[in-house]
Protein backbone atom coordinates (compact mmCIF):
# COMPACT_ATOMS: atom_id res chain seq x y z
CA UNK A 1 0.00 0.00 0.00
CA UNK A 2 1.28 3.49 -1.02
CA UNK A 3 0.60 6.11 1.85
CA UNK A 4 1.84 10.22 2.54
CA UNK A 5 2.34 11.99 5.20
CA UNK A 6 2.69 15.51 5.46
CA UNK A 7 3.08 16.10 9.43
CA UNK A 8 2.25 19.92 9.40
CA UNK A 9 -1.13 21.64 8.10
CA UNK A 10 0.32 24.97 8.18
CA UNK A 11 3.61 27.04 8.06
CA UNK A 12 4.57 29.82 8.48
CA UNK A 13 8.16 31.48 7.45
CA UNK A 14 9.64 35.14 7.17
CA UNK A 15 10.13 36.22 4.14
CA UNK A 16 13.69 35.97 3.48
CA UNK A 17 13.96 32.91 5.36
CA UNK A 18 14.25 29.34 4.25
CA UNK A 19 11.73 27.26 4.38
CA UNK A 20 11.22 23.69 4.45
CA UNK A 21 7.60 21.97 3.85
CA UNK A 22 7.64 18.06 5.60
CA UNK A 23 6.55 15.23 4.01
CA UNK A 24 7.59 10.99 4.31
CA UNK A 25 6.11 8.08 2.36
CA UNK A 26 5.60 4.41 2.59
CA UNK A 27 5.41 2.30 -0.35
CA UNK A 28 6.41 -1.10 -1.02
CA UNK A 29 8.76 -0.72 -3.92
CA UNK A 30 10.79 2.02 -5.60
CA UNK A 31 8.87 5.35 -4.93
CA UNK A 32 8.30 8.15 -7.92
CA UNK A 33 8.28 11.34 -5.42
CA UNK A 34 6.79 14.82 -6.71
CA UNK A 35 5.75 18.08 -5.19
CA UNK A 36 3.07 20.06 -6.66
CA UNK A 37 1.63 23.58 -5.62
CA UNK A 38 -2.25 25.02 -5.59
CA UNK A 39 -2.87 28.15 -5.54
CA UNK A 40 -6.57 29.17 -4.63
CA UNK A 41 -9.25 27.75 -7.05
CA UNK A 42 -6.65 26.33 -9.32
CA UNK A 43 -5.38 23.08 -10.20
CA UNK A 44 -1.90 21.26 -9.17
CA UNK A 45 0.87 22.78 -10.73
CA UNK A 46 4.08 20.46 -10.92
CA UNK A 47 7.18 21.68 -8.68
CA UNK A 48 9.67 18.76 -8.82
CA UNK A 49 10.52 14.79 -9.23
CA UNK A 50 12.48 12.68 -7.89
CA UNK A 51 12.52 9.65 -9.58
CA UNK A 52 16.09 8.14 -9.55
CA UNK A 53 19.29 9.24 -9.64
CA UNK A 54 20.95 12.61 -7.21
CA UNK A 55 18.99 12.53 -4.16
CA UNK A 56 18.78 16.16 -4.14
CA UNK A 57 16.39 17.10 -6.75
CA UNK A 58 15.92 20.95 -8.07
CA UNK A 59 12.81 22.46 -9.44
CA UNK A 60 10.91 24.96 -10.41
CA UNK A 61 10.50 28.99 -8.55
CA UNK A 62 14.02 27.85 -7.09
CA UNK A 63 12.68 24.77 -4.68
CA UNK A 64 14.29 21.78 -4.45
CA UNK A 65 13.90 18.61 -2.27
CA UNK A 66 16.06 15.83 -1.02
CA UNK A 67 15.42 12.35 -1.43
CA UNK A 68 15.54 10.06 1.94
CA UNK A 69 15.69 6.41 1.40
CA UNK A 70 16.82 5.68 4.94
CA UNK A 71 14.44 8.08 6.36
CA UNK A 72 11.80 7.84 3.82
CA UNK A 73 11.30 11.47 3.98
CA UNK A 74 10.90 13.98 0.79
CA UNK A 75 11.28 17.20 2.32
CA UNK A 76 10.68 19.97 0.10
CA UNK A 77 12.93 23.13 0.61
CA UNK A 78 13.99 26.79 -0.45
CA UNK A 79 16.94 29.11 0.88
CA UNK A 80 15.18 31.97 0.66
CA UNK A 81 10.81 32.96 0.96
CA UNK A 82 8.99 35.06 -0.38
CA UNK A 83 5.95 35.73 -0.01
CA UNK A 84 4.89 34.73 -3.52
CA UNK A 85 5.18 31.81 -2.19
CA UNK A 86 2.38 31.22 -0.07
CA UNK A 87 0.30 28.50 -1.30
CA UNK A 88 -0.95 24.84 -0.51
CA UNK A 89 1.51 22.56 -0.98
CA UNK A 90 0.97 18.53 -1.62
CA UNK A 91 3.82 15.45 -1.42
CA UNK A 92 2.52 12.64 -3.73
CA UNK A 93 3.92 9.32 -4.49
CA UNK A 94 3.69 6.50 -6.90
CA UNK A 95 5.11 3.18 -7.00
CA UNK A 96 7.00 2.23 -9.45
CA UNK A 97 4.72 -0.15 -11.81
CA UNK A 98 1.70 1.11 -10.43
CA UNK A 99 -0.26 3.92 -11.85
CA UNK A 100 -1.99 6.25 -9.15
CA UNK A 101 -0.45 9.42 -7.38
CA UNK A 102 -1.39 8.98 -3.79
CA UNK A 103 -1.43 12.50 -2.02
CA UNK A 104 -0.13 13.52 1.51
CA UNK A 105 -3.10 15.92 2.83
CA UNK A 106 -1.32 19.22 1.88
CA UNK A 107 0.72 21.85 4.00
CA UNK A 108 -0.20 25.27 3.69
CA UNK A 109 2.58 27.77 3.26
CA UNK A 110 2.36 31.38 4.47
CA UNK A 111 5.64 33.93 4.36
CA UNK A 112 5.04 36.71 6.28
CA UNK A 113 6.37 39.87 5.14
CA UNK B 1 4.87 21.88 -20.82
CA UNK B 2 2.30 19.67 -20.96
CA UNK B 3 -0.81 21.74 -21.10
CA UNK B 4 -4.43 20.39 -19.32
CA UNK B 5 -7.25 21.96 -19.94
CA UNK B 6 -10.84 21.86 -18.26
CA UNK B 7 -14.24 22.87 -19.04
CA UNK B 8 -15.86 24.87 -17.50
CA UNK B 9 -13.66 26.36 -14.77
CA UNK B 10 -17.26 26.95 -13.10
CA UNK B 11 -20.72 26.02 -12.66
CA UNK B 12 -23.91 26.11 -11.24
CA UNK B 13 -26.27 24.02 -11.37
CA UNK B 14 -29.99 22.92 -10.29
CA UNK B 15 -30.36 20.01 -7.97
CA UNK B 16 -31.80 17.26 -10.14
CA UNK B 17 -29.80 18.24 -13.45
CA UNK B 18 -26.73 16.91 -14.73
CA UNK B 19 -23.38 18.20 -15.46
CA UNK B 20 -20.61 17.74 -18.17
CA UNK B 21 -17.36 18.58 -17.43
CA UNK B 22 -14.08 17.94 -20.03
CA UNK B 23 -10.81 17.79 -19.62
CA UNK B 24 -8.37 18.36 -22.75
CA UNK B 25 -4.67 17.35 -22.79
CA UNK B 26 -3.51 20.32 -25.25
CA UNK B 27 -0.23 19.27 -26.54
CA UNK B 28 0.01 15.88 -25.73
CA UNK B 29 -1.65 12.34 -26.05
CA UNK B 30 -2.62 10.88 -23.11
CA UNK B 31 -3.90 7.22 -22.64
CA UNK B 32 -4.73 7.33 -18.71
CA UNK B 33 -6.69 10.58 -17.41
CA UNK B 34 -6.84 10.98 -13.40
CA UNK B 35 -10.64 12.55 -12.18
CA UNK B 36 -10.11 13.68 -8.47
CA UNK B 37 -12.35 15.94 -6.31
CA UNK B 38 -11.13 18.07 -3.84
CA UNK B 39 -13.17 18.99 -0.93
CA UNK B 40 -12.21 22.62 1.22
CA UNK B 41 -8.95 22.52 3.11
CA UNK B 42 -8.76 18.80 1.83
CA UNK B 43 -6.29 16.61 -0.33
CA UNK B 44 -7.18 15.42 -3.85
CA UNK B 45 -9.64 12.05 -3.88
CA UNK B 46 -9.14 9.94 -6.78
CA UNK B 47 -12.34 9.00 -8.18
CA UNK B 48 -11.50 7.11 -10.93
CA UNK B 49 -8.88 6.30 -13.82
CA UNK B 50 -9.69 6.41 -17.21
CA UNK B 51 -8.06 4.67 -20.17
CA UNK B 52 -8.65 5.65 -23.64
CA UNK B 53 -10.83 3.58 -25.50
CA UNK B 54 -12.15 1.51 -22.30
CA UNK B 55 -14.02 1.86 -19.19
CA UNK B 56 -12.99 3.39 -16.49
CA UNK B 57 -11.70 1.96 -13.60
CA UNK B 58 -13.43 3.50 -9.99
CA UNK B 59 -12.36 3.95 -6.75
CA UNK B 60 -14.39 2.36 -3.78
CA UNK B 61 -17.00 4.41 -2.82
CA UNK B 62 -17.44 6.40 -5.84
CA UNK B 63 -20.54 5.65 -7.89
CA UNK B 64 -20.22 4.96 -11.27
CA UNK B 65 -23.54 5.11 -12.28
CA UNK B 66 -23.83 8.98 -10.94
CA UNK B 67 -20.20 9.37 -11.91
CA UNK B 68 -20.14 8.98 -15.55
CA UNK B 69 -16.79 9.15 -17.74
CA UNK B 70 -16.05 8.72 -20.96
CA UNK B 71 -12.43 8.76 -22.85
CA UNK B 72 -13.02 8.70 -26.05
CA UNK B 73 -10.00 9.70 -27.57
CA UNK B 74 -6.04 10.71 -26.32
CA UNK B 75 -6.57 14.33 -25.39
CA UNK B 76 -10.24 14.32 -24.20
CA UNK B 77 -12.18 12.76 -21.28
CA UNK B 78 -15.93 13.93 -19.74
CA UNK B 79 -16.45 13.88 -16.39
CA UNK B 80 -20.46 13.79 -16.29
CA UNK B 81 -22.30 14.80 -12.75
CA UNK B 82 -25.81 12.65 -13.41
CA UNK B 83 -28.52 13.71 -11.12
CA UNK B 84 -26.49 16.71 -9.21
CA UNK B 85 -27.36 17.12 -5.77
CA UNK B 86 -25.77 19.29 -2.95
CA UNK B 87 -23.62 17.31 -1.70
CA UNK B 88 -21.99 16.89 -4.90
CA UNK B 89 -20.84 20.34 -5.11
CA UNK B 90 -16.97 20.35 -5.09
CA UNK B 91 -13.67 21.23 -6.52
CA UNK B 92 -12.99 18.47 -9.60
CA UNK B 93 -9.77 18.52 -11.15
CA UNK B 94 -8.86 16.08 -13.87
CA UNK B 95 -4.98 14.74 -14.67
CA UNK B 96 -3.36 13.34 -17.73
CA UNK B 97 -0.24 10.81 -18.21
CA UNK B 98 1.61 11.49 -21.20
CA UNK B 99 1.55 8.75 -23.61
CA UNK B 100 3.34 10.47 -26.83
CA UNK B 101 3.67 13.70 -28.00
CA UNK B 102 5.86 16.97 -27.32
CA UNK B 103 6.51 16.37 -24.11
CA UNK B 104 8.53 12.96 -23.47
CA UNK B 105 8.40 12.19 -19.63
CA UNK B 106 6.30 9.33 -18.82
CA UNK B 107 6.54 9.80 -14.89
CA UNK B 108 4.23 12.97 -14.59
CA UNK B 109 0.84 13.59 -13.94
CA UNK B 110 -0.70 17.15 -15.40
CA UNK B 111 -3.53 18.50 -13.83
CA UNK B 112 -6.34 20.62 -15.16
CA UNK B 113 -7.09 24.19 -13.71
CA UNK B 114 -10.04 22.35 -11.83
CA UNK B 115 -14.07 22.99 -12.39
CA UNK B 116 -15.70 24.63 -8.80
CA UNK B 117 -18.90 22.78 -9.04
CA UNK B 118 -21.99 24.19 -7.18
CA UNK B 119 -25.46 22.60 -6.98
CA UNK B 120 -28.39 24.77 -5.31
Known amino acids: AQSVAQPEDQVNVAEGNPLTVKCTYS??????LFWYVQYPNRGLQFLLK??????LVKGSYGFEAEFNKSQTSFHLKKPSALVSDSALYFC???????????FGTGTRLTVIP | GAVVSQHPSRVICKSGTSVKIECRSL??????MFWYRQFPKQSLMLMAT?????????EQGVEKDKFLINHASLTLSTLTVTSAHPEDSSFYIC????????????????FGPGTRLTVT
Open chain 2, 95 to 110: SARISSGVVSSPYEQY
Open chain 1, 27 to 32: VSGNPY
Open chain 1, 50 to 55: YITGDN
Open chain 1, 92 to 102: AVREAGANNLF
Open chain 2, 27 to 32: DFQATT
Open chain 2, 50 to 58: SNEGSKATY
